[in-house]
């Protein structure tokens, strides 16, 4: 290296560290962020480790995540709470401020979201990851059966998984189980699926003159059918039944009914699942474009079509062609977006052409499992995220080599979000 060439190496340098130094205490934007879930906990995290400079304050109402992944298996009874429970401390480490609050109102006019404490937070960038809400009124008796105790979703991981549970253990030998699936789409399609095995495997151990009763608003099971079916039939023999094209209309807790379009089912336990749409805050929020459910993202930088400066990712989403609801979606959106904010408050432009991945874990016994996997990619000629070609696929066959994988999955997606 010449003197010139060592010269201006120097002053690279020294102009670097100036940038840095001014930065020190300052801010290069305002990143709030609603809900700590896969989408909202990970794009917290994330933006923090791209950019320090930028400030997140991520809002969550509970004071735990409590993951929906692996819940099945508490239902099961093979696991516990604890199990399925992570602390959001771990968020602080890397300068995210964690309020334990609940959003209210979002004001993208002046960009300040008011918290159910009275306090409002400014923003440049707000990132909407709600999850989902239940859509009660689809089933009229609904939310009085389920105060009553008598119906249940266990479709949010917390307390109706632990209540769900008891129901089981309470139940007779050689009761009934209804599980009722709305329409898709709904979050993580192989989910309703995953249960029925958990519930059957505890069943069979338990209560083996008990049987469960899957009736589906879809045409046939949604995800993984034929390994679903393999393992209905080799590991739960005349256990389950599954009734396609059964879309649930209302409930009666007096006589413990599941009212269908086009017959009445009876249970001991009914664990029926409402039709989903974007969480309530999404509503406020102004970012749900679609049948009053989805909220339609520009796939590049998951801003909303709708609000500028308002990102919204997970769940909510309306979903791109084959593209689930899941956590390790929501995961991936998260990716995306805290790269695709860091360019922007930074004067960048984002990556043009992103990619995400899923991939869902099933335990049809409390040591065998199945997945299913996908690669999706921005295409500018479809001006859309496609599947792409080629990837992904399932299982060859259940497998207790895939029970490892599934519980590395979950502890590592954890800590990549949490930690
Ligand atoms: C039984 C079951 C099994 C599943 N299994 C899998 C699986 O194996 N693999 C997989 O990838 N996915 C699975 N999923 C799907 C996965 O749980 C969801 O797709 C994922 O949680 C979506 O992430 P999200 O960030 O959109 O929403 P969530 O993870 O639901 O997070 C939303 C958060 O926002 C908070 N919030 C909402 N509104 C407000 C507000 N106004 N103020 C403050 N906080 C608010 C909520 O409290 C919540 O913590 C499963 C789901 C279920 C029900």
Redesign the pocket.
């Known amino acids: 290296m010449n003197r010139r060439e060592l010269l201006k190496l120097a002053g690279a340098a020294a102009a670097l560290s100036t940038a840095g130094c001014a930065m020190t205490g300052g801010s290069r934007g305002r990143v709030v962020v609603?809900?700590?879930?896969?989408?909202?906990a990970t794009v917290a995290k994330y933006i923090r480790m791209w950019d320090p400079a930028i400030e997140v304050t991520l809002?969550?109402?509970?004071a735990e995540f409590i993951s929906?992944?692996?819940?099945?298996l508490v239902i099961g009874g093979h696991w516990t709470m604890d199990h399925i429970t992570r602390p959001y401390s771990g968020l602080a480490r890397h300068g995210v401020k964690v309020v334990r609050?609940?959003?209210t109102g979002i004001d993208a006019a002046k960009r300040t979201v008011t918290l159910a404490s009275g306090s409002r937070l400014p923003y440049d960038r707000l990132v909407v990851?709600?999850?989902?809400d239940f859509m009660f009124a689809e089933l009229p008796n609904y939310q009085n059966a389920m105060r009553a105790n008598k119906v249940l979703h266990a479709?949010?991981?917390g307390e109706q998984t632990v209540q769900l549970r008891r129901q089981l253990e309470a139940m007779r030998d050689g009761g009934v189980y209804v599980l009722s699936v709305p329409l898709a789409p709904y979050?993580?399609p192989p989910?309703p699926y995953?249960?029925a095995c958990q519930v059957a495997s505890y069943f069979k151990k338990a209560k083996p003159r008990s049987k469960i009763l899957i009736v589906d608003a879809n045409p046939d099971v949604t995800s993984k059918g034929p390994l679903f079916k393999r393992a209905w039939s080799e590991l739960y023999p005349g256990m389950i039944e599954f009734r396609g094209n059964a879309r649930a209309v209302d409930v009666d807790d007096r006589t413990m009914t599941v009212k269908l379009e086009v017959e009445d089912v009876k249970g001991d336990v009914l664990n029926v699942v409402p039709p989903h749409r974007a969480?309530?805050?999404a509503v406020k929020a102004g970012v749900v474009t679609h049948n009053n459910r989805w909220c339609a993202v520009d796939w590049r930088t998951m801003e909303s079509t709708a609000v500028p400066n308002v990102h919204v990712?997970?769940?909510?989403t309306l979903s791109a062609p084959m593209m689930p609801?899941?956590?390790?979606?929501?995961n991936n959106h998260g990716k995306v977006c805290a790269a695709a904010i860091v360019a922007l408050l930074n004067g960048r432009a984002p990556d043009p052409n992103p990619v995400m991945t899923n991939t869902?874990?099933?335990f049809v016994s409390d040591s065998e499992v199945i997945h299913v996997a996908s690669v999706h990619q921005w295409s500018d000629t479809d001006k859309a995220v496609v599947p792409v070609k080629g990837s992904g696929g399932v299982s060859a066959a259940r497998s207790h080599q895939e029970a490892v994988y599934a519980w590395s999955w979950a502890q590592n997606i954890w800590a990549d979000m949490l930690t």
């Open positions: 609603v809900g700590g879930g896969f989408g909202g809002v969550e109402r509970n929906c992944p692996t819940s099945n609050d609940e959003v990851s709600p999850g989902v479709w949010k991981a979050r993580c989910g995953e249960r969480g309530d805050i990712l997970g769940d909510a609801k899941s956590g390790h979606m929501a869902c874990y099933s």
